[in-house]
């Protein structure tokens, strides 16, 4: 039962244009959405969350959405840099979950110079 | 920095060992956590600890087990290696009991069983 989903394995983009990542939720108990970054050989690295009370976080060039209705939130990544070029992850944790966090399958973008 | 440490970055074992796994933390978290990664599953959760000795079973606990004896120390155990437990392991800690935080990861080691 995958409570999180990534439904696109990879996406490619060209430097300097917009990438947009999906996330969609099954379980109406998370309310705390983060985005982690990935290279290979590496662990992750948190990128930015949003919390079920706001519907929009931005941090620089990264800025998550999140519509609760919908169960969907995405990352969308202006503009993109080939060092942006990894696998990203979507994760979401609800209530007194210690931090525990259940996670997407991930989607590798490559951005293209 | 945060940091989170394990102790290899890379193994290879036979079937049948048993393997350990180590991650400290210095940042004086509650919580830590044991992830496995797997290409098109993501990061699935084998066990997480909330407070030293306490230790909760994740979603795919089987074939493992965890020792928490000291705060900023977590330990994965795998009784008996298979062969279907070649994945990279992925350890994080993170800091209060009500989850509205992020995890800090370690960079993970990549086991592997022969």
């Known amino acids: 039962d995958q409570q999180v989903k990534q439904n696109s394995p990879s996406l490619s983009v060209q430097e300097g244009r917009i990438s947009i990542l999906n996330c969609d939720y099954t379980?109406?108990?998370?309310?705390?959405f983060l985005w982690y970054k990935k290279y290979p050989a590496e662990g992750p690295t948190f990128l930015i969350s949003?919390?079920?009370?706001?519907d929009k976080n931005e941090d620089g060039r990264f800025t998550v959405f999140l519509n609760k209705s919908a169960k969907h939130l995405s990352l969308h990544i202006v503009p993109s840099q080939p060092g942006d070029s990894a696998v990203y992850f979507c994760?979401?944790?609800?209530?007194?979950?210690?931090?525990?966090?259940?996670f997407g399958q991930g989607t590798i973008l490559t951005v293209h110079p | 920095d945060v940091k989170v440490t394990q102790s290899s970055r890379y193994l290879v074992k036979r079937t049948g060992e048993k393997v350990f796994l180590e991650c400290v933390q210095d940042?004086?978290?509650?919580?830590m956590f044991w992830y496995r990664q797997d290409p098109g599953l993501g990061l699935r959760l084998i066990y997480f600890s909330y407070d030293v000795k306490m230790k909760e079973k994740g979603d795919i606990p089987e074939g493992y087990s965890v020792s928490r004896e000291k705060k900023e120390r977590f330990s994965l155990i795998l009784e008996s290696a298979s062969t279907n437990q070649t994945s990279m392991y992925l350890c994080?800690?993170?800091?209060?009991?009500?989850?509205?935080?992020?995890?800090?990861f370690g960079q993970g080691t990549r086991l592997t069983v022969v």
């Open positions: 940042m004086d978290h509650e919580n």
């Open positions: 949003i919390s079920s009370i706001k």
């Open positions: 379980n109406s108990m998370f309310d705390y």
């Open positions: 994760a979401a944790s609800g209530g007194t979950s210690y931090g525990k966090l259940t």
């Open positions: 994080a800690s993170s800091h209060g009991y009500r989850g509205y935080t992020e995890a800090f």
